[in-house]
Structure formats: C-alpha cells, structure tokens
C-alpha cells in the first residue's frame, strides 16, 4: 500500500546567524538590565523586590500583624508577578529581613534568616515575614491611582511599574546588582543625613555637591567600621564611581595574663554576611606563623555585637601587627561605588546631586496626583453635604414630592430638573415649589438615599461643620496644587516624620588614615629549600629536616640551606635571574609536596640551570658558559638586585645558557680548579679555571672553545682535582684521563 502524503511547502527563511545572536543576545541583555539586577531611581527597587513587596501588600501583612510562612509569600509572588524561580525569590525576601545589610530593613522576619557570619537562612517553609515599617513608607497610597499599573508576564494579574515610594530607599538603603555589562554597587547613607540633603536641595535647586556633602558626609554602613579615604567621597559623588577603603574598628585591652588582645568590634561591611570567613583567614595566618606576634584567635560575639579577640604574645608591636593585619586580611576591604539605575528604561550613572533630584522630582509627581485625588474626593464630597443642607431647608417638600411619586425614578427626576408631571400634590403651591429644584445627580441620589436623622440638630450641625472643613482643605489643596513651594513644604513635613521614626546617629566613622604600612617582624632561622625533579618546591625548618630518612632525601634533585630571610635565585637557559622570597616558600611538613617553582616566580617553561642562595652568590663568583661556548666568571655582588626578576647575563639571539655555576673565594684561591666541556656530538675539552677572566654580567665573555662546524656544547662544569667519574648523556667522563689543554682549543675524542 502506497500513501499518497501531502506536505505544505513553507517558505525557507533565510536569517544571518551572526546578526540574528547579536539581535537576541541584545534582547537578552536589555531585558536582565532593566527587569531583573538594577533598581529603579524612582523606588530604588529591583522587580523582584518591588514584586514581593505587592505580594505582601495584598496579602494585608502590614506592621503588628500576624506573620505569615515565607513560602506563601514567595508562592505569590512567583506565581502572579516574578516567574524566574523561588530561590531567587526567597534570597531577595532574606535580603530585605538583613539589619547588616540594609539601614532601613524592608521586611520584618521572623525565625532563622540567616546571620552577619554567613549563616544561611531556614528554608521558607520554616520562616515567617510580613512589612516593615520602612516598607509601609514605599506603598502608602498605592490605591489612589499614584502610579501606573501594567498587566503581569501572563496578562492575568496588574502590578505596580513603580511604588509609591516617599522615602529615599535608594540612597538610604544603598543596592547592588550584576547585569548584562554592567554592575551597581551603592552604598546605604545615614537615614537623617539623606533627609537633611534633600531638604536642602529643595531649598536651593542649585546647590553643589560639596554643599549637599554639609549634610550627607558620606556612607553610613551598617555595620558602621571607619572610611579611611573620606577626601575621595567628594569625587564619588561628583562621577558616580569610585572606591571607597573601610577599615574595622579595633579596640585594644589588656588580657588577664599580662598580654594585650585585640578586639574587632565592627567590621567593614564588604565582610558582613561573611564574618566566619574573615575568623578563618584571620586563624590561617596564625597557624601558619604569618603574624607570629598572634597567640589566640576567638569570636565572642553575642546578640549585644560583634566581638573578635586577637590575643598578643608579650612585648610584641602591636601597630605593625594592626598594619598587617589591614594588609593581608578583610579587616581592611575597598568598596567600589558605582552608582547606576534605570531611569526612562535606561540605565543611567547618577552623581549625588542627580539622584536626589530625581527622587524630588518624584515626590513631586506623586504628591501632585494625591492631592489632585484628594481635591476631586473633596469636591465631590462637598457637592453632597451641600445637597443635604440645602435638603434640610425644603424637607417637607421632599416628602411631599416623595409621597407623591410612583416610582425612584420619578422622584429624583423632579428633584434634578423640576419635572412635576405625575407626581401628586397636596397644594399647587407646593407643585410650584418643586419646579424650582435643581439638585445635581448625587445630590439627588444621597436625599433618596438619607436617614430622618439627620434632620436632628446635632445631625444638621456636623454636616454645616463638615461643609466648611471641606471649603478649607478645597482652598488648601488649590494652594498646594498651584505653588511649588507649598508643595515642597508638604514634601519636606512628610521627610521630617520620617527622620523622626527612622533617624539614628551615624554609625561609620570618617577619616584620611592612608596606607597601613607594615614591616615583617622575622625571627630568623635556617631553612632548607627542597626540590624535586618535578619542580615541587618546599620548605622545612632545620628540625623537621634532620628527620629526614636518607631515602627521602633522594627524592629531591635539590636541597639548598639558607636563612628564612633570604632570597632564593633560580637561573635559566635564557640568561634570566629570578628572586623568590624565602618566605615566600611554603613552610610545610614533611611529607606534603610543595608548590611549583613556576607558581612562586615568573620563570614559565624557561629551562632552570641552578638554584643558589643569594647570601652563598654574594660571596663567590658564578662561571657562566653558553651553548656556542662562550664563558666568563662574574661577582656575585652584581646581582644585588630588589627586581623579582634581572638579566644575568648577555646572549646572541640563537644562544642559550648551560652552566651557571658558583665558585666560591676557596676554590679561587686554591687555583686547582679545571673546567670540563662536553660537546653534543661527544668531543671534550679540559682547561685550568684561572684561564677565564672576571667580567660584567652585560658582557658576553671569551670563547672557551673552538666548535667543529655543527658542533655545539652541551655540558660544561667546574672540575675538582679529587673527581674520577662525571656522567653525562649515559656516559662516564674521568677528568684525570684526559688532557688538560688551552682554553678556546678544539676539543677532541677520547677513546
């Protein structure tokens, strides 16, 4: 059986690949900028923030309300308004609970939300949460149609654009956020310095950014610790980037047994939510005898604080150890500031002054549409307390009309125009009467709708005392509404009870301290650097080396011993010295295994030719030879150097190193001394050291043999009257069985 299929031919579209990932990738970036990692000037909110807020306000969590379980919360969330998962929810939910975090925490938790030590929170099914009171501060009046509602990502649910925000979350709260190609890092200010500023700025429009420094000094962290480059906030504030250095502050007390501890009671808010990171580097350092001056590290820190001890040894200085401890921990951390946020969908760099201008020009927004909303309440509220004053004058013709009328309809229809017909009436006077009414439609509709109380005189007389309050809030909200400056005196009242509820005195200290220069305090000792055939590169000190079974020994190609406090120089076939500090050396037990020599020095895959102590270069000279038999004796003290890495000797472009060899003030002396050349192709050449002149280490030196054509060197050493056996190549070489010649001689074939 055949079947017949028939296919609908669709036309191929042709699309260029490379645009096509340009145009989505675009599309992409636009969307994580603007929808996901930066805040919104206007609230200082992210959407995923903005949204779990709603979702808090519709589930009527307000301020002395029960809390309610997290997982309801972000359920909500997730599913009306933020469909991109629930821990990204629930860690922006955690987020806005953290006091170390934020200066005005938007969320009040309730349970395990994790800690200022890096403590995770509980899942969301254990916690619970409803608004702060700074939140209530960003959705007040969020009903009075203040802000744009756009439909959700399914188009079931309307959510806010923006909130209603009427304090200045972004510069109080600070935020950060990674997006596409770019990153906002803002710190959180001092929340009455934030209103001083912005009042400020409504006083004086053009006010400059070192006037609003008068008010806002600079961050104000929360976990408070000391600014020590406050003379770089004013071009922060003036660019929108920069970086800022925050240093813990420390406390100095004198322990029970006659040492001197050192207490961090506050810490650089780089480091809050990882404080038990900063207590295991700060261990670290002590164990492995970095800082020897530290005897005991210890976290006593309780509900009341952060309280970090650093116990000292006796007699110990205490300021050098402080300024290496800023060096090489994060109790000294630098916070790079870049103060960016989306306006108009954009994302914009703000200054200091931009900002602020920005949030005003908000509030002037906002409270112009809410006292638009309360005028037009106002007005209409006043047409019906006037209809019912005016109703009280005429009220036995109301019953009267209202007796007499068949229906609602007919009786409000008269009310509004004076239509009498059908309407029965005891007196043509009174029909008379009722012509002349002219009630507006809800004048009408609230007599209808009246209770016979209110004619009371008590009843007539609040609704006369209602009229006139009405009358003054009308003449009042025109006023606001007409004048700017009345406007920003309601503005300015609003921040004021704020700065009442949420002020606080300054918590981070600001300072010009600089640098924390430290001098290494060694006590010194000998050490022996071990290297295997690997390049694996130790050190042990002289009592865990002396334990060393000979076997173990064997195991290392090379075993320098020199003092913790030198410097170990490696050279290479290039002609290159490297320096690498001794201390720089990990200091481990016997059996580990080291670092590579390349991680500790720049050499790469350069071939190594010798390692020697510089303390042992320093009193000898070095024998270098080259692949094309060039050699020449230099002083060690021409390699005094502080550079990690020298020239240390010259080359030509095609030739490379093959010895570099010590020779110590003895051997020189002693004048015994040959010098043994092994070319590639087996030919040697055996000639007296003292034969080769001392040069400078930018000097190529003399030709120490005469290469055959096609010949190079390949070994060459410095030889002891005493040595019989020299292996080279799988090939044994007894100096005292070949001919002592000339140097610069052709070398020749032994049998």
Known sequence: MVLDMKYNEQPVIQLDFSEEMRNSYRDYAVSVIIARALPDVRDGLKPVQRRILYAMNELSLYPGRPHRKSARIVGDTMGKYHPHGDSSIYDALVHMTEDYSLSIPLVDGHGNFGSIDGDGAAAMRYTEARLSDGAMALLENLDKGLVQFVPNFDESEQEPHVLPATLPNLLINGTTGIAVGMATNMP??????????????????????KGLMKYIKGPDFPTGATITNSDDIFNIYDTGEGKIKIRSKIEIEDSNCGRKNLVITEIPYTVAGNKTKLLENLAALSKDKVFDEIYDVRDESSKEGIRIVIEVKKDRNIENLLNGLYQKTSMEDTYGVNMLAVKNKQPVTFTLKGLINEFVTFQEELYTKEYKHLLSKANDRLEIVEGLIK??????LIIEILRGSNSIKQAKSCLT???TSGISFRTKKSEKDASRLDFSENQAEAILSMQLSKLIGLELLKLHQESNTLITNITNYKKILSDINELHKVIKKRLKVYKKQFGRERRTILDNLGNAKYIEEIKEETVYIMIDKFGYCKSLDETSYSRLAPETLEEYTHIIPMKNTGRLCVFSASGSMYQIKALSIPKVKSRDKGVLIQNLCKIGKDDIITYIAFEDLFESQLLFVSKSGYIKLVSGIEFETNRS??????????????????????ESIENNRNILMITEKGSVLLFPLNQTGEFKKTSKGLKGISLPKGDSLAYAAIVAPEETDIEFNNKHYNPQKIKLKNRNDKPYKIK
């Open 391 to 396: 109703a009280t004058d005429v009220i036995d």
């Open 188 to 209: 959180p200010h001092n929340p009455s310095e934030v209103i001083d500023g912005i009042i400020a700025f409504m006083d004086n429009p053009e006010i400059s950014t």
């Open 417 to 419: 125009t004076g239509n």
């Open 645 to 666: 890495v020298i020239a240390s000797t010259k080359l030509d472009q095609e030739d490379s190193l093959i010895c570099a060899s010590p020779v110590t003030v003895d």
